[in-house]
């Protein structure tokens, strides 16, 4: 639990009056109670915001987590039990068990492990808040019974005639029956509101009875754009695929509901993508955007396209209203073939990287500044970039891809020095020793792509990424999901796969490449942090960092391996605040 969103907006106004400090541990009361017979509770005038009335205005309240297993990812791999936190950072790792008092609050966690906040390098949650309808969350789900469970227990959030909807991050892969619901099941799942799943950003997509009927009237309507194609629902409830660029069945019926949706529907599915994300302890997000489309909403565009200068507003005003529980850093990507590069050249010169706070900020250029094929045009674009003095990523498919990426940044690099600019490359399905040597001695990094566990469904294909040669060779190097576009945003997920190289099949796709879950867990803080700038703040537990950790349902380090999938966070702290609560249980 947090507190409620006008406790939130009166907290942050009295933030940016310079009081922040005061209310670290900001908690609703049904939190405190539902973890109240786990606190050492010191007196009864113990404000919620944190700040003790009695103790004198101004005074801090320290935050203590005790009798707990903390594995702080420090540079010794150092495991303590107890922590304290205050301003916002950690103050002290191990040592006393503190006691209880007037200015110190304190939490038994009865032997839970402890693991700093994940940061995510590569994700898309800006664009999964901008997306239409009362998201339902089905990366987690196994089968279709389960699927239509996660969708009965959504409607009871969803206001009469509001659709049900789940817009992207899963595949049927991960389902045992391999397929999309039918109409027929998702009428049985919700029978009295709209459904529309939307598998990735092109689809294909399926709906409900209630939700036929809108876009069978829709088809049967005048056109509301020109350029708009029928979206002729199937009887079994199915839409066809967009095009991987747009257009198409799908991209017609997304472009109905964007059109139905509000600033204030936009707010509250980011709030909901922040929300989720604490649960899963993903405390940090490097978001890439995807296919950036200035303008006004058109029939064409996929799950991903938005408007590149009005999809951040959201987050935008979830932060002025202190309500952002979830760091970000936003990248921005360029997807221009034209030879003049007129947006990139725009971006560079009017805007600025690294720019903002520590819970809100911009980035680099990326997940690319022009389309890989794109030849001379994209040569030029690296060009621009490393002129400018920004940090640049590029994805790549395939060991060509890295060859043409590592290529192009060594002939940069003879015109303008990036070695101190971190340039990235992400995904790498296929590396060999000779690149890595050569991307290590441009300073760059790797971000290797765990999401190829839902995505492969052939055994007999090596699918990747080589974990153990990456992390061997010592690079530098990071691991992300690729969340919400055409993976899940829950890292458990991802870190599943990299320990156990087994897919949504049960089949072992990536032999030999494992890693340790020491090394996963790693990965997904102290070496992700790298990729943000941001590795003298976050990713491990250690005096004067920024307070970030999860507290965890389960021991990762011991729990089966299929266990790995259903950790949660039963505690989320960012900032030194609490901003998820599920209780701990007595």
Not at 162 to 191: C, F, I, K, Y
Not at 392 to 412: D, H, K, M
Not at 495 to 504: F, R
Request: proline residues 6%; glycine residues 8%; aromatic residues 8%.
């Amino acid at each position: 639990m947090t507190e409620n969103s006008s406790q939130r907006g009166d907290a942050n106004k009295k933030a940016q009056k310079g009081q922040s400090r005061r209310r670290f541990l900001a908690m609703s009361a049904g939190a405190t109670a539902v973890i109240g017979a786990a606190i050492e509770a010191g007196p009864a005038a113990v404000d919620l915001f944190g700040q003790n009335p009695a103790a004198g205005v101004g005074e801090e309240m320290t935050l203590a987590l005790v009798n707990c297993r903390i594995h702080t990812m420090d540079a010794g791999n150092t495991v303590a039990n107890t922590v304290t936190i205050r301003n916002g950072r950690f103050v002290t790792v191990g040592g006393p068990r503190p006691k209880a008092g007037p200015t110190v609050r304190v939490i038994d966690l009865r032997g839970r492990t402890v693991v700093p906040g994940l940061v995510e390098p590569h994700i898309h949650s800006v664009s999964l808040g901008n997306r239409p309808g009362y998201h339902t969350i089905l990366e987690n789900t196994t089968s279709l019974r389960e699927v239509q469970e996660a969708l009965a227990a959504r409607r009871k959030d969803v206001p009469e005639g509001a659709w049900v909807t789940s817009m992207g991050g899963w595949h049927p892969n991960q389902w045992a029956e391999h397929r999309h619901p039918t109409l027929a099941e998702l009428d049985q799942a919700v029978p009295d509101r709209p459904v529309f799943l939307f598998e990735r950003f092109t689809g294909p997509c399926a709906t409900n009875s209630l939700g036929k009927a809108f876009f069978d009237a829709a088809d049967a309507a005048p056109k509301v754009h020109p350029d708009i194609v029928q979206v002729k629902v199937a009887a079994n409830g199915a839409v066809a695929a967009a095009g991987f660029t747009g257009g198409g069945p799908a991209a017609s019926a997304l472009f109905h509901l964007r059109r139905m949706q509000t600033f204030a529907d936009r707010k509250r599915s980011t709030l909901d993508a922040m929300q989720y994300s604490a649960s899963v302890g993903l405390t940090t997000h490097l978001d890439q955007v995807l296919f950036p489309t200035p303008g006004p909403l058109h029939p064409n565009q996929i799950l991903s396209n938005l408007d590149q200068y009005r999809m951040y507003d959201p987050w935008l005003e979830l932060h002025r209203e202190g309500r952002t529980i979830i760091r970000l850093q936003m990248n921005f990507l360029q997807n221009q073939s034209d030879p003049q590069l007129p947006e990139l050249k725009e971006r560079l010169r009017n805007q600025f990287p690294f720019f903002g706070d520590d819970m809100l900020r911009t980035g680099a250029i990326g997940e690319w500044a022009a389309p890989l094929a794109s030849g001379a045009v994209w040569r030029e674009a690296q060009r621009l970039v490393a002129q400018a003095g920004w940090r640049n990523e590029n994805a790549v498919q395939n060991l060509a891809g890295l060859r043409q990426v590592v290529e192009e940044y060594e002939a940069v690099n003879r015109e303008f020095d990036i070695t101190k600019l971190r340039w990235v490359v992400h995904h790498v399905p296929e590396v060999n020793a000779d690149l890595l040597t050569r991307l290590r001695g441009l300073g760059c990094g790797v971000e290797m792509g765990a999401f190829r566990w839902v995505t492969s469904s052939d055994p007999k294909i090596v699918t990747g990424p080589p974990f153990r040669t990456i992390v061997d060779h010592g690079i530098q190097v990071g691991i992300h999901g690729d969340g919400v576009h055409i993976a899940p945003l829950n890292p458990w997920l991802h870190i599943y796969y990299a320990t156990t190289g087994v897919n949504s099949f049960g089949d072992q796709v990536n032999p030999g490449q494992h890693l340790t879950r020491a090394e996963a867990l790693r990965l997904f803080t102290r070496s992700n942090s790298w990729f943000l700038r941001m590795e003298e703040k976050i990713g491990s537990i250690e005096p004067g960092k920024l307070a970030d950790l999860a507290v965890l349902d389960r021991d990762y380090f011991a729990v089966p391996d299929a266990e790995i999938k259903k950790i949660r966070s039963v505690l989320t702290i960012v900032n030194g605040r609490i901003v998820h609560d599920a209780g701990l249980p007595n």
